[in-house]
């Protein structure tokens, strides 16, 4: 079978493994669909703890069962399933174990025709998704949907800012906020971004490059009860300023690296907090499928490519005129 496999710190080369020997507990999923995340591209360039070389990339995926390791799973066999891509998350709901990883490093993940994964992995596919669709939810989905509902405690009628709109994550999380009734708030760093932002009916969006003031602009809407980021960097303080008495931020990424300083006076007084939040449970996995069959939410796609295009189209996981997924069909 195909696979793309990490060769070396920056290379990725296609090979030809040999089909997975099914154990038991284990089930063999013939990837139907699968799609891009920014990790793969991190680990790619090294930038992941845990790397192993050898190994195929990618966590998410959706296809069909085409065999199971145990006759009691034989109900599988034929099914679209969506794969969950935590790894022995653990007990606790509010953290991950310290043996918790993610489907595609270290352990093999989806870029390759067939994906070798523990049974209780397999979920169905939302009736209303097609494979395409189903590969763009796992990672971002679950991300997005801790950080707002678990963490966040979002509720109906609050204000909440999602910052980078353009970014995989934001927008499942723009999704599910708006389909909470939220008022939802974006910023991008692309003007043709926010354009489609408010096309899709968010109440305000501004370019994280041209509004320097957001104190000003944001006080004018009675505040934000949520923000939520992966961009981190010294704007977190802007965010500080902006949001309610008692207003929370959660980060789950920071892509432009650690604030050189924060104002904790305005936190204390203020009552804020700042949270961490990683992909999530294997509990929220499930209650993520099911809001997104519960509101229809269908994710935004960037472009669907074919499967042979997938090692060329790493670098395109950065692009900045990128809005939505790209998946490959396999
Ligand atoms: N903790 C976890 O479980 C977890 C899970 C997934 C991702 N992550 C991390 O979260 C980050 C985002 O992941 P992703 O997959 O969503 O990546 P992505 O699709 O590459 O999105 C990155 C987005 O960041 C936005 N951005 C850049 N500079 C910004 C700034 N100064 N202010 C606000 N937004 C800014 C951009 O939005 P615009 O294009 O709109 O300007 C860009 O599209 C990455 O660092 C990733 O490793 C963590």
Known sequence: MKSLVLIAPGQIEWRELDKPIVTSGKALVKM????????????????????RYGGTLGSDGAGIVDSV????????????????????????????????????????????????????????????????????????????????FRQGSLQSGQNILISGFGGGVAQFAFLFARAAGANVYVTSGSDEKIARALKMGAKGAYNYKKEANYSELWKTKGGFDLIIDSAGGDQINNYIKILKPGGKIVFYGATNGMPSKIDLYRM?????????????????????????????IRPIIDSIRPFSKLAESFADITLPNKVGKIVFKA
């Open 32 to 51: 139907k669909g699968i799609a891009l995340n920014r990790r793969d591209e991190w680990i790619k360039q090294g930038q992941y703890p845990n790397i």
């Open 69 to 148: 390791g145990d006759e009691k799973d034989n109900a599988w066999i034929g099914k679209e399933v969506v794969i969950n891509p935590n790894i022995g998350w653990g007990p606790d709901p509010n953290v991950q174990s310290k043996n918790y990883s993610i489907l595609g490093m270290p352990v093999s993940g989806t870029f390759s025709e067939y994906c070798l994964v523990d049974v209780d992995r397999l979920q169905q596919i939302p009736f209303h998704l097609d494979f395409l669709q189903a590969a763009a939810l796992p990672l971002g989905g679950l991300t997005a949907f801790r950080a707002l």
């Open 268 to 296: 204390f007084w203020n009552q804020l907090s700042l949270q961490g939040s990683t992909m999530g449970n294997d509990n929220e996995f499930i209650e993520m499928l099911s809001f997104v069959s519960k509101h229809q």
